[in-house]
């Protein structure tokens, strides 16, 4: 259920997921990483493909802000 949301997010939604886990993103970030994840059949419970996702986020972003999102999925995968 939550590897299925996370391959459906929208920035909106990813950006208020970030702000009720007190993670700092811009909402321009949160837009970039929806569109990377949307529909890549992410499966955040695995160490690996979440560690090549968090590399690809921060290409696209930052270090920082692929450090931050890493916490939403630990957070999202409680």
Known sequence: MVNYKV???TGA???KYARQFNVKISRE???????YVRGKQL??????ARSKA?????????PLT???INR?????AK
Do not use: G, Q, R
């Open 72 to 76: 939403v999925f630990v957070l999202l």
């Open 43 to 48: 499966d955040i419970f695995d160490d690996e």
């Open 13 to 15: 939604e990813l950006f």
């Open 7 to 9: 391959n459906i997010i």
């Open 66 to 68: 692929a450090k931050e």
């Open 54 to 62: 968090l590399k690809d986020i921060a290409k696209i972003t930052s």
């Open 29 to 35: 970030d949160a837009e970039k990483i929806a569109d």
